[in-house]
Protein backbone atom coordinates (compact mmCIF):
# COMPACT_ATOMS: atom_id res chain seq x y z
CA UNK A 1 0.00 0.00 0.00
CA UNK A 2 1.15 3.52 -0.91
CA UNK A 3 0.13 6.67 1.01
CA UNK A 4 0.56 10.16 -0.83
CA UNK A 5 0.85 13.18 1.18
CA UNK A 6 0.99 16.75 -1.22
CA UNK A 7 2.29 19.77 0.26
CA UNK A 8 1.89 22.78 -2.04
CA UNK A 9 4.01 26.00 -1.50
CA UNK A 10 4.07 28.92 -4.28
CA UNK A 11 7.20 27.64 -6.26
CA UNK A 12 7.15 24.17 -4.71
CA UNK A 13 4.86 21.44 -4.54
CA UNK A 14 6.27 18.30 -1.71
CA UNK A 15 4.79 14.66 -2.85
CA UNK A 16 5.74 12.63 0.77
CA UNK A 17 5.08 8.80 0.08
CA UNK A 18 5.11 6.63 2.50
CA UNK A 19 4.98 2.65 1.32
CA UNK A 20 5.54 0.89 -1.50
CA UNK A 21 6.71 2.40 -4.52
CA UNK A 22 5.29 0.00 -6.91
CA UNK A 23 2.67 -1.62 -9.35
CA UNK A 24 -0.23 -1.41 -9.28
CA UNK A 25 -0.21 2.07 -7.53
CA UNK A 26 2.58 3.76 -10.25
CA UNK A 27 -0.46 4.46 -12.69
CA UNK A 28 -2.27 6.96 -10.02
CA UNK A 29 1.49 8.21 -8.82
CA UNK A 30 2.25 9.36 -12.35
CA UNK A 31 -1.36 11.19 -12.81
CA UNK A 32 -0.58 12.73 -9.79
CA UNK A 33 2.58 13.42 -10.51
CA UNK A 34 2.19 15.23 -14.05
CA UNK A 35 -1.29 17.33 -12.68
CA UNK A 36 0.91 18.59 -9.73
CA UNK A 37 4.14 19.54 -12.33
CA UNK A 38 2.81 20.98 -15.15
CA UNK A 39 -0.57 22.71 -14.02
CA UNK A 40 -0.95 26.25 -13.64
CA UNK A 41 1.17 28.14 -11.69
CA UNK A 42 4.14 25.52 -12.97
CA UNK A 43 6.23 24.41 -9.83
CA UNK A 44 8.90 22.75 -9.43
CA UNK A 45 7.85 19.12 -7.72
CA UNK A 46 9.91 17.47 -4.63
CA UNK A 47 9.50 13.69 -4.30
CA UNK A 48 10.25 13.10 -0.54
CA UNK A 49 11.02 9.18 -0.42
CA UNK A 50 12.08 9.60 3.07
CA UNK A 51 8.85 6.51 4.03
CA UNK A 52 9.15 4.67 1.28
CA UNK A 53 9.73 0.84 1.70
CA UNK A 54 10.73 -0.33 -1.04
CA UNK A 55 10.98 0.59 -5.13
CA UNK A 56 10.14 -2.04 -7.98
CA UNK A 57 11.05 -1.25 -11.35
CA UNK A 58 8.30 0.43 -12.65
CA UNK A 59 8.74 2.54 -9.52
CA UNK A 60 12.47 2.92 -10.22
CA UNK A 61 11.47 4.11 -14.24
CA UNK A 62 9.23 6.55 -12.46
CA UNK A 63 11.72 7.92 -10.67
CA UNK A 64 13.96 8.23 -13.36
CA UNK A 65 11.71 10.19 -15.80
CA UNK A 66 10.31 12.57 -12.80
CA UNK A 67 14.32 13.32 -12.47
CA UNK A 68 14.86 14.10 -15.93
CA UNK A 69 12.35 16.45 -15.84
CA UNK A 70 14.40 18.75 -13.33
CA UNK A 71 12.05 17.32 -10.10
CA UNK A 72 14.36 16.86 -6.81
CA UNK A 73 14.18 13.73 -5.33
CA UNK A 74 14.92 12.81 -1.51
CA UNK A 75 16.00 9.59 -0.33
CA UNK A 76 15.55 7.86 2.52
CA UNK A 77 17.40 4.76 4.40
CA UNK A 78 15.80 2.23 1.95
CA UNK A 79 15.75 4.20 -0.79
CA UNK A 80 19.41 6.08 -0.85
CA UNK A 81 20.98 3.47 -3.46
CA UNK A 82 18.13 3.93 -5.97
CA UNK A 83 18.22 7.50 -5.95
CA UNK A 84 21.93 7.59 -6.02
CA UNK A 85 21.94 5.26 -8.96
CA UNK A 86 19.09 7.80 -10.62
CA UNK A 87 21.24 10.62 -9.95
CA UNK A 88 24.40 9.17 -11.55
CA UNK A 89 22.81 8.28 -14.61
CA UNK A 90 21.51 11.77 -15.27
CA UNK A 91 24.28 12.97 -14.56
CA UNK A 92 26.04 10.95 -16.82
CA UNK A 93 23.48 11.48 -19.89
CA UNK A 94 24.22 15.18 -19.54
CA UNK A 95 27.77 15.07 -19.97
CA UNK A 96 27.07 12.78 -23.07
CA UNK A 97 24.74 15.14 -24.67
CA UNK A 98 26.86 18.47 -24.05
CA UNK A 99 29.69 16.33 -25.77
CA UNK A 100 27.61 16.03 -28.45
CA UNK A 101 26.68 19.46 -29.11
CA UNK A 102 30.41 20.54 -28.36
CA UNK A 103 31.64 18.03 -31.66
Known sequence: MLIITVDTAPAIVTLRFNGRLALPEIGEVARMWNVMAFKPPRRRV????SAVTAIDAAGKQFLE??????????SGVTTSVIVAEIVAT??????????????
Not at 93 to 99: I, R, S, T
Open 46 to 49: LLDL
Open 90 to 103: CEVDEHDLQMEQAT
Open 65 to 74: RVHQEGNTLV
